[in-house]
């Protein structure tokens, strides 16, 4: 006999409006258990913190969902876990694992929110960061603007030494010069100190001298070397991506710190694990030292859950759909899961034209966002267009409707005003929206366009679908792939809600709606394997590559990779490793990632590297130059643990089972753009649609992190994940 308990817990924050849901849902069984096992992940997003709790011992879930607070988030995190450990009769010292994902880089380096950080360069190079690149990501723009640097070239200093590209030192560091720089820093009120030197990718010892000394000296002072955080080739990008992770460091190692004070305080004595850009899981320590690696924590999390939901219900190919409150991410997985590149931007200066932003070289999950969520603010531009987004109201003030103080038309207010959206039901019933404000701030984008507020609502709701089937359509191109032979994946708080609008657009065949969408991403925190990835640069043709140097740098990167891996809890004989080499053609300025077979590497590879390569470079650019010289420039390593198991057959048991027992679904005014007007539509309860049920639409599917809305025509049926499949017309 199976016991559903749905129960809400009210929570206050300083504005005395209602922040929490928790949703608890379990199985009884007639034994009692005695060991509990019990694994969290928790997100942290722009405008909401998300949680999943699993219990393994009685295969139970809780959800929850709560306002973030954004001054200090590690509040929300302690609230969220703490209700829910409560409401499955736990503790959190029952806890065994928290694995987190959080903002915190990505705002402190768009918000400029971090240390005070001074650079030590080779002499000659201060101004290298501030020169960048001669890339122009606007042709035509004369007044092209790009970011400020982190660091203020009154704070970039500069060393006498040099290293040549083949690592033979041309001139040694005076060492009274570093002690006289140092002085300097010390009396300039710095926190944070990158050291990034010409060449240290293939010699670190000039740079290993001066953080040592710095230690000495300056002890109090937070280093990051290059040949430590990216140790390689590109010197803009190393530099970058060098600065941006101590200018974050003291940021992250202290929210880190008092998330696991915080933690032991209440009694966890598990582990806690950090989520990384690149999808893998590490400890607090090596997050701490890399705090960069995070910068796309959380949607890294939401292209995992999608893979593996996909796989699991017999889908290799899909497009991730994740919509939030501040945005929305699209990313297109494949037989192998979601892509992975080595190179990122953030903090641009057009947030979303690539080019604009700091580039940092991080292992990250290929994906796209737009500023596209619940909270994109709508307004009309200079040439009197309705234009929607990448501005949100975050969770603070929020959209009009959420009464927080906000008045500004969104997104959230435009879906219900279409009926898209339940004013009573939004969270389960517990944050009430008022549907008066929603209208009064969409009013101030109608009447200037001379249009009623239904007919507005409609264009913010159709605009920003189309612009994020357009990022979709892009991001498919831009692998080569077509978006129309691709189900939707949809999830997010909003992704349901304008799933079917997207998918019409797109052409989608299908959308795969989770069970629990609105809390996604947190599934994929609870199946991401503990992982580490690796670099090394050494330049070469492949036809003449000293093949003992590449060798000894795998196995430099594989004993690191392990020692990390074991550190963090994995076993040896459970850890895995993959090798990569970055290759281009000679002559190219970009490169392609390759996999490299698991073995010690000589000329009798190359072949075998050649086939590799060539495949990889059709696979992107249709075509391939056979016959011209080949030449690696990166070696890679990937150290991994296994995919934690996530059974989420057990999503099945909190559905009802008989199709016969459905109950009556409710019934509002929605509405239907085939129609063009609003009309009754039937909405069900989420809850009462077990395997086996089929309709057809329009309806509405009622859960109590999201809606999912869907147009007429479409087949919607339940599979044994508790998936919801819409076939489109």
């Not at 290993?208 to 109090?220: R, W």
């Not at 060798?551 to 809890?569: D, W």
């Not at 329009?698 to 809606?707: A, G, K, W, Y």
């Amino acid at each position: 006999m199976f016991l559903i308990l749905f129960t809400a817990f009210s929570a206050f924050n300083r504005l005395g409006c209602h922040r929490t849901l928790i949703g608890y849902v379990s199985t009884r069984s007639g034994s009692k258990v005695n060991t509990r096992q019990i694994r969290a992940g928790v997100d942290i997003g722009g405008t909401f913190t998300d949680i999943l709790l699993f219990d393994e011992a009685s295969n139970t879930f809780t959800i929850g969902k709560t306002l973030t607070t954004s001054e200090a988030p590690a509040d929300g995190v302690m609230e969220a876990l703490s209700e829910a450990s409560v409401k499955t009769g736990a503790t959190l010292a029952q806890i065994d694992q928290i694995v987190h994902g959080t903002t915190l880089v990505t705002n402190a380096l768009i918000e400029r929110k971090g240390a005070r950080t001074a650079l030590i360069t080779t002499k000659g190079f201060r101004d290298a960061l501030e020169i960048a690149r001669e890339h122009r990501y606007d042709l035509y723009d004369l007044m092209l603007e790009l970011p400020s640097p982190l660091v203020p070239r009154s704070l970039r200093f500069e060393v006498d030494e040099r290293i040549y590209s083949d690592g033979s030192v041309a001139r040694a560091a005076d060492p009274d010069e570093i002690r006289d720089l140092i002085s300097r820093l010390n009396t300039l009120d710095i926190e944070a100190v990158a050291i990034c030197l010409i060449h240290s990718y293939v010699n670190a010892d000039h740079e290993l001298k001066i953080a040592e000394m710095v230690h000495q000296l300056a002890p109090h002072l937070v280093t990051s070397m290059s040949a430590d955080v990216v140790p390689e080739i590109r010197e803009f990008e190393r530099t970058s991506t060098t600065v941006a992770n101590v200018y974050v460091r003291p940021l992250t190692e202290r929210y880190l710190q008092d998330l696991s004070e915080s933690l032991r305080e209440t009694g966890f004595a598990g582990t806690l694990f950090i989520m990384l850009s690149s999808g893998g899981l590490c400890s607090v320590q090596a997050a701490q030292r890399y705090p960069i690696r995070l910068v796309e924590s959380g949607p890294a999390a939401g292209a995992l859950a999608a893979a593996h939901i996909g796989k699991l219900s017999g889908r290799d190919a899909l497009l991730s759909f994740d919509m939030g409150g501040t945005t929305a991410k699209c990313c297109l997985i494949g037989p192998d899961g979601p892509g992975h590149s080595s190179e990122f931007e953030v903090s641009r200066v057009y947030r979303f034209k690539q080019g604009s932003g700091l580039p940092v070289s991080v292992p990250v999950i290929e994906l796209i966002e737009i500023g596209a969520g619940g909270g994109s603010i709508a307004r009309i531009d200079n040439m009197g267009l309705l234009k929607v987004g990448p501005d949100s109201a975050g969770a603070s003030p929020g959209p009009a409707c959420y009464d927080r103080g906000g008045t500004l038309p969104t997104v959230t207010d435009a879906d219900l005003i279409l009926g898209y959206l339940d004013p009573d039901h939004f969270l389960g019933g517990t944050m009430k929206l008022n549907a008066d404000a929603a209208r009064a701030a969409v009013k101030t984008i109608a009447e200037p366009l001379d249009m009623s507020i239904e007919d507005a609502a409609w264009g913010i709701h159709q605009i920003v679908n189309e612009q994020m089937a357009g990022a979709a359509r892009i991001h498919a191109i831009e692998k080569g792939e077509d978006s129309r032979l691709f189900p939707l994946f949809a999830f997010g708080g909003a992704g349901p809600v304008h799933a079917y609008r997207v998918a019409e657009i797109l052409r989608s065949p299908e959308i795969i709606v989770p069970f629990a969408a609105g809390v996604g991403s947190t599934i994929g925190f609870l199946v991401a394997p503990i992982a580490f990835d690796y670099v090394r640069t050494y330049v070469g043709r492949i036809d003449s590559m000293d093949w003992s140097a590449v060798n000894s740098r795998y196995r430099e990167m594989i004993e690191e990779g392990v020692g990390t891996l074991r550190s963090a809890g994995a076993s040896a004989d459970q850890i895995s490793v993959n090798r990569y080499a970055e290759m281009r053609y000679v002559g190219q300025g970009h490169q392609v990632r390759v996999p490299v077979p698991d073995q010690e590497l000589s000329a009798q590879s190359v072949p075998k590297l050649v086939q590799a390569f060539e495949q990889s470079y059709a696979r992107l650019y249709g075509r391939v130059a056979a016959g011209n010289p080949i030449e690696a420039i990166n070696w890679r390593v990937v150290v991994e643990a296994p995919t934690p198991d996530l059974p989420l057959e057990g999503f099945g048991t909190m559905l009802n089972r008989s199709p016969e027992t459905v109950q009556e679904p409710r019934s509002r005014r929605v509405y239907i753009p085939e129609l063009g007007s609003y009309t009754e539509v039937p909405v069900y309860d989420r809850y009462q649609l077990g395997q086996g049920f089929q309709e057809i639409g329009p309806m509405i599917v009622e859960e109590r992190e999201s809606t999912i809305v869907v147009g007429p025509g479409a087949s919607v049926s339940v599979d044994n994940f508790a998936n919801i499949i819409v076939t489109m017309p």
